[in-house]
């Protein structure tokens, strides 16, 4: 199962970007979460707490495509390394209003900063490899690789915050999110050999049409699992403390994670056959169904068990996404498309925290549970409209 694995490491320059895609990566799972718990302990409340997280992820959904077409012109470069200095800024300035009792709307705006810089790690990690493999099976084993790579981020970010966060500061934990962050940036910026060459506008990069109706529901996917994963991340961080274990939420969430990353490992090394959008729409229906036992868990250990199935049907889901955009955008405009999808997984996230924060300051933490769940359903539901009423009539891969 690990061959194709070991043979993409083998590439020139493949394992660094990689792993440095994977450290540039590390504050996806650990800000949104880190906030949460420096505010909710500082206020007191998780509504506030889920708000303020929420926006850093809209700032980094209304920049992420902006991002991805600057790249697609000029290359990663100067944007990892502006983007990196100012989202670690962003995020020290967040930390200095939370400690002097700032008014709300400081709160929001730093929030903003931190999630608007932040740079599209793992789309830009995504555009390396096609740049290395152009298109073909390799490509889908490494967006798989990639996908595994995310599920790693999810693993450790998690359990390092929360642990940073209740052994020794809630403060700690998000400055650490930022120098892990700041570190991964800069070292794929300095990595230049795999960065894809800009293409600029007068190749016609500019001209090359994308499938708009269907990129917006493959984004409209991308926004159910995020809002998905963004709820159930808020709510078992409340669970957990109401069960008399707060230390346990990054635990049980790294057993989601690990889920998903087992998953994710045994769908790039199977050659499939099936259409990747029927792949698509049987990951969302049963990550639907995986979810549904959870708001009558009863306990951190059924909690874990229940995450760990639901987790095994992220990992496929995200991959079929992202293989969908690889075969029905054309090339020259990938990065800018790959964004997009990664735009609406971000967008979700952010009303799925303040929903389920919402819902667990009303109803309590096992009753919020019903807010990811009915996301899921409806996640189900968009799939099966967009490949039913959505493919592109002109493909630009093949698997």
């Known amino acids: 199962m690990l061959m194709p694995y070991v043979h993409l490491m083998r590439r020139p320059g493949a394992a660094a970007f990689c792993a440095a895609g994977i450290l540039g990566r590390m504050p ?22 889920g708000a303020v997280s929420g926006v850093a992820v809209v700032a980094g959904a209304i920049t992420g495509p902006i991002q991805g077409r600057l790249v697609d012109r000029f290359g990663q470069r100067i ?7 100012l989202c670690t800024v962003g995020l020290a300035g967040l930390l200095l209003a939370v400690r002097a009792d700032a008014p709300t709307a400081v709160l929001y705006l730093l929030s903003f900063v931190a999630g608007g810089t932040r740079p599209q790690v793992g789309s830009f990690v995504r555009a390396r490899w096609t740049h290395l493999l152009g298109r073909g099976r390799a490509l889908q084993t490494a967006f798989a690789l990639e996908a595994v790579g995310d599920e790693v981020v999810f693993i450790i970010g998690p359990v ?25 940036g800069i070292w794929l910026a300095l990595l230049r050999r795999s960065d894809p060459p800009g293409r600029g506008k007068a190749n016609g990069a500019e001209q090359a049409p994308l499938p708009w109706l269907s990129l917006l529901l493959l984004s409209l996917i991308g926004l159910g699992l995020g809002a998905t994963l963004g709820s159930a991340e808020v709510v078992t961080v409340a669970f957990t403390a109401e069960q008399g274990q707060p230390g346990m939420s990054g635990v049980v969430l790294a057993v989601w994670a690990f889920g998903s990353l087992l998953a994710g490992l045994w769908y790039g090394s199977v050659h499939w056959r099936a259409p990747v959008e029927r792949r698509l729409l049987i990951g969302t229906i049963l990550l639907a169904i995986s979810l549904a036992p959870l708001p009558w868990v009863g306990s951190t250990v059924a909690l874990g068990g ?25 090339p020259q405009r990938l990065t800018e498309a790959i964004t997009w999808t990664v735009t609406g997984i971000l967008l979700g996230v952010a009303p ?13 933490a096992s009753s919020a549970y019903w807010v990811p769940v009915s996301i899921g359903v409806l996640c189900a539901g968009v799939a099966a409209i967009s490949i039913t009423f959505a493919r592109p009539k002109t493909r630009f891969a093949h698997n």
């Open 352 to 364: 799925g925290n303040a929903a389920a924060g919402h819902a667990v300051d009303l109803w309590g």
């Open 160 to 184: 390092l915050v929360t642990a940073l966060a209740t052994q020794v500061s809630p403060y700690v934990a998000l400055a650490t999110a930022g120098v892990l962050g700041l570190a991964g």
């Open 28 to 49: 996806i799972s650990m800000i949104g979460l880190g906030i949460v718990i420096l505010i909710a302990q500082e206020s007191g409340s998780y509504g506030l707490a």
């Open 79 to 85: 944007l990892l390394l502006i983007g990196s200095v």
């Open 306 to 330: 229940v995450l760990f199935c639901a987790g095994l049907t992220i990992a496929p889901t995200m991959v079929a996404v992202t293989a969908c955009v690889e075969e029905w955008v054309p």
